[in-house]
């Protein structure tokens, strides 16, 4: 008889190495300096630029590959780490991907992957229950919150010209009535490009106040401008301001004038996921699509965007992909019928895995503990002679403007300081840095050791 292990052999020492380097980074996090030593050219040098003629070994090709990378890699995940958006990583999503690219199931039919589409369908259903939307609501997993704009505008694109009578799954929008398009003036570019992917073109900006929330009097407005069919953006968490628009009144007015609603909310629709910050989405779930990420607020590993649909009918109209050899399910809807992909690793199961560990008052508590961590930076921030907090911080981020420096000067300092790293940006006519807090290690004291390194990169 063959050796039970046989299969397994060419694996073990590959995965053991791979996860002891993995450890080794891991536990290195808290205290790496954050900013990568080596460029992309120096690492290509270290990777070798040339296509090897003959093979290696595995496990070889792994510590070479990891001794090569390492240099190169930003701590992203460190608690101090408050670049653009970005989550950190939970132990169980982490471990949970791990599986996933061990299991490499193709996640398209369910009856196919029945075990990883079950985890990823549940992980959907609990984050929209989180999320307060809907029940008829369907989500699909993405690759990020761009995709998940692309997929829910496409839905929204579909239903609004069959409402005008326009078969556009036949005809595509060559020869359709004309979409208007509206969003707030701060909208995110990724829904800008989804709408261009869409073919729908530049949407009319709607003006937005001082924390660039979209003005609902300058939304009814715009809406009486036109009619026939149209598509309106809100968006929960602008970038800078971390505000969300006033949903109950752009909500109505925007139903009002039989438009589709999409709510870009890759960060800050997870408000809605603790009592104490639900107030800032209030009304959120009347919307027909949301766009959000697990990868930001969740501290998901990349790749984790969800896309929710209130009329799963308009999804699966505008992504249905279907062949003889290609059966639908039995029951429930594929994931073919969610989102872009065919071939597709179960993107949704360590999503899955963060949920069931932090459990509904644990996700509360991770919203809090970021919520609270960018009151203490702007706190601190404010105390700085010199220092301006331009934002009402009411959610993750605080946007720093500092009397008479050159921001993109004093990120540098930070960055070659090492301890943390943030970065400039333009709001309201300033050159500001811009702290987006968005990890789950950002406790009191990483924002003491951050304030501390601005304050000696305020001296440097
Ligand atoms: C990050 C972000 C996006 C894009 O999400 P990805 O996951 O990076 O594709 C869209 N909108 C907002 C408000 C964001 O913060």
């Known amino acids: 008889m063959e050796p039970a292990s046989r299969f397994g052999d060419e694996y073990r020492a590959p995965m053991e190495s791979a996860a002891r380097l993995a450890g080794r980074w891991i536990d290195g996090v808290a205290e790496r300096p954050i900013a990568p030593r080596a460029g992309v050219e120096q690492v290509k040098d270290a990777l070798g630029r040339r296509l090897p003629e003959h093979g290696s070994d595995a496990t070889e090709v792994v510590e070479a590959l990891a001794a090569a990378v390492e240099p190169g890699l930003m701590v992203m995940q460190s608690p101090r780490f408050y670049g653009w958006v970005i989550g950190g990583t939970a132990p169980a999503a982490l471990a949970a991907d791990w599986l996933v690219s061990a299991w490499d199931q193709n996640t398209v039919l369910r009856d196919m992957a029945p075990g990883v589409s079950a985890a990823e369908e549940l992980a959907g259903e609990w984050a929209c229950d989180l999320l307060g939307l809907p029940a008829s609501t369907v989500a699909g997993f993405t690759t990020g919150a761009t995709t998940a704009n692309l997929v829910a505008l496409a839905a929204a694109r579909h239903a609004?010209?069959?409402?005008?009578?326009?078969?556009?799954?036949r005809y595509g929008i060559q020869g359709a009535p004309r979409?208007?398009?509206?969003?707030?003036?701060?909208?995110?570019?990724?829904?800008?490009?989804?709408?261009?992917?869409?073919?729908?073109?530049?949407?009319?900006?709607?003006?937005?106040?001082?924390?660039?929330?979209i003005r609902p009097d300058a939304l009814e407005a715009a809406l009486a401008e036109g009619d026939g069919p149209a598509i309106v953006c809100l968006q929960a968490g602008n970038v800078h301001s971390g505000a969300s628009d006033p949903f109950e009144a752009s909500v109505e007015l925007a139903h009002g004038a039989g438009t589709w609603v999409h709510v870009d909310g890759a960060f800050g629709?997870?408000?809605?996921?603790?009592?104490?910050?639900?107030?800032?989405?209030?009304?959120?779930?009347?919307?027909d699509s949301w766009a959000?990420?697990?990868?930001?607020?969740?501290?998901?590993?990349?790749?984790?965007?969800?896309?929710?649909?209130?009329?799963?009918?308009?999804?699966?109209?505008?992504?249905?992909?279907?062949?003889?050899?290609?059966?639908?399910?039995?029951?429930?809807?594929?994931?073919?019928?969610?989102?872009?992909?065919l071939s597709r690793r179960a993107r949704g199961v360590p999503t899955y895995a963060a949920l069931r560990a932090l459990g509904r008052d644990g996700v509360a508590a991770l919203v809090d503990g970021l919520v609270a961590a960018a009151t203490g930076l702007a706190e601190g921030l404010r105390g700085m002679p010199g220092v301006e907090v331009l934002n009402d911080v009411v959610f993750t981020q605080v946007c720093a403007a500092f009397d008479g420096r050159d921001v993109a000067a004093l990120a540098r300092v930070l960055d070659a300081d090492g301890v943390a790293l943030a970065h400039p940006s333009h709001w309201r006519g300033r050159d500001i840095l811009r702290f987006s807090v968005s990890n789950r290690g950002t406790d009191a004291s990483a924002v003491e050791a951050t304030l501390a390194a601005v304050r000696r990169a305020l001296r440097g």
């Open 292 to 341: 959000t990420d697990a990868h930001k607020t969740l501290n998901v590993p990349y790749d984790a965007g969800i896309v929710a649909v209130a009329d799963p009918a308009a999804l699966v109209a505008a992504m249905a992909m279907h062949a003889a050899y290609l059966p639908a399910a039995e029951s429930g809807i594929d994931v073919s019928d969610r989102v872009l992909e």
């Open 160 to 169: 609004v010209l069959a409402r005008a009578g326009w078969d556009d799954l």
């Open 269 to 287: 629709l997870w408000a809605a996921a603790s009592p104490r910050t639900r107030h800032l989405v209030a009304g959120v779930e009347r919307a």
């Open 179 to 213: 979409i208007r398009v509206l969003a707030g003036a701060e909208h995110h570019p990724s829904v800008d490009v989804a709408l261009r992917v869409l073919g729908l073109g530049l949407p009319v900006d709607v003006a937005a106040d001082d924390q660039g929330r």
